[in-house]
Structure formats: C-alpha cells, structure tokens
C-alpha cells in the first residue's frame, strides 16, 4: 500500500528525514535526482539512519558508520541488509509502500 509521507520539495532542501509509517521508523534519502526508503533502526545496533549521512552515494550510519545501498540495503563488506522500501514520486509527493518485515 503506498502511503504520501513528505513533500519532494523537502527532501531537496534537507536531504534526508524520518517518517513514521504504520508504526514503522523509516529514513528517506536524496541521492542525486532518487529517493530511497530504508527501515531507520539500523540492523547493526538499532541507531537512527536517518540521524547519519550520505557518503558517495552510500548510507553511513552513525552508530559505528557503516553504510548501505540505498536502494538494496546491503551493507558494504558485510552479509547484512538493511531492510529497504519501494518509493515514487507522484506530484511532488513522495509516497512509500512499506515491504513486509521478512
Ligand atoms: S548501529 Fe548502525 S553501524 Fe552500528
């Protein structure tokens, strides 16, 4: 189910954000002209993703920085995954579908 949560205008100026969706933390990221969705809580140890930064492209966490791909939530150098969401742009909104915890 696609849920609207921010304005894309938003995430321009701030480049990244938390939003709460069905009792679910989730981090939206900017990264060139795409936006991703990854569960905030990181599968390391739970700090918030969305508090951390992008770096080339990546998602660091700024619990003990590792980072992520954006768009498959894999952890670099690492079998970890970061659980992700599919995202869209419609009018200026981004919506988000939350995937099912696995
Ligand atoms: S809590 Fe995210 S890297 Fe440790």
């Not at 995430?11 to 954000?17: P, S, Y």
């Not at 508090?51 to 954006?70: E, I, S, Y």
């Not at 768009?71 to 150098?77: C, I, L, P, R, V």
């Amino acid at each position: 189910m696609w849920t609207a949560t921010v304005p894309f205008a938003d995430l321009v100026r701030r480049r990244k954000t938390r939003v709460e969706l069905g009792g679910r933390a989730v981090a939206l990221f900017l990264v060139g002209e795409r936006v991703f969705a990854l569960d905030d809580e990181c599968v390391h140890k739970g700090r918030s993703l969305s508090r951390g930064t992008l770096w080339q492209g990546q998602v660091v966490c700024p619990g003990h920085q590792w980072k992520f791909d954006p768009e498959t939530g894999a952890a670099e150098d690492r079998d970890d995954c970061q659980p992700v969401h599919d995202v869209r742009v419609v009018d200026g909104v981004v919506y988000v579908a939350v995937r099912p915890r696995s």
